[in-house]
């Protein structure tokens, strides 16, 4: 087993976790416990738990969410590259119903994650310009000069509302900026006065 994609799993793991823990201002208390080469368990404060467990060449990684009554909530299986990145994965509910299938994007030049393509298991989308299948969200990352990962920028795909529909107008932009004159070389009214004069 290559040590690299060891870390890489249990990094992934951890973010993956990390990710749905944050509960407003206090993170759950959690601690990870090692049940074989190919098994870790994360034990939540809550009496949760997530399961992670590895295929011996290390190409499938299953991640199970159970509740504190030992119920599956949620169940995503992994594809994973030599590398030991996640090329694609499924999301399974406490059902076992297939809700999203996800695909992941790296860069060429170093293999940093810049992409996560996130599309509906149940219905398929397509773009009705070229009639290919299109996500319900897309998350991308940017790195910084030492190699960082940004935070998540997430573009929501879901069919809803226009923004028009929701807010009474087509864009969020100012048509005209209402402070103008304000503004060094706006326009001013040589007439006004200062106001209560």
Do not use: W
């Amino acid at each position: 087993m290559k040590t690299l994609a060891t870390c890489k799993i249990l990094a992934l793991a951890a973010a993956l976790v990390a990710s749905g823990l944050a509960q407003g201002n206090q993170q759950a208390k959690e601690h990870m416990e090692v049940e074989g080469p190919n098994v870790r368990v994360l034990r939540h404060e809550d009496g949760s738990q997530t399961r992670f467990t590895r295929t011996p060449d290390n190409r499938t990684l299953t991640k199970k969410k159970t509740n504190a009554n030992g119920v599956l909530t949620m169940l995503t299986i992994y594809r994973m590259d030599e590398l030991g990145n996640p090329k694609s994965c499924n999301i399974f509910d406490g059902r076992n119903t297939r809700l999203f299938k996800v695909s992941y994007g790296y860069r060429k030049s170093d293999g940093q994650l810049v992409e996560e393509r996130m599309f509906d298991a149940r219905t398929v989308r397509r773009d009705p310009n070229t009639g290919q299948e299109m996500p319900v969200q897309r998350i991308c990352y940017v790195y910084d000069a030492q190699g960082n990962r940004s935070a998540p920028i997430v573009y929501n795909l879901l069919p809803g509302k226009t923004f028009e529909e929701v807010f009474g107008v087509k864009s969020s932009a100012l048509e005209t900026n209402p402070f103008k004159e304000d503004v060094p070389g706006g326009t001013t009214n040589p007439n006004a006065r200062p106001v209560g004069r």
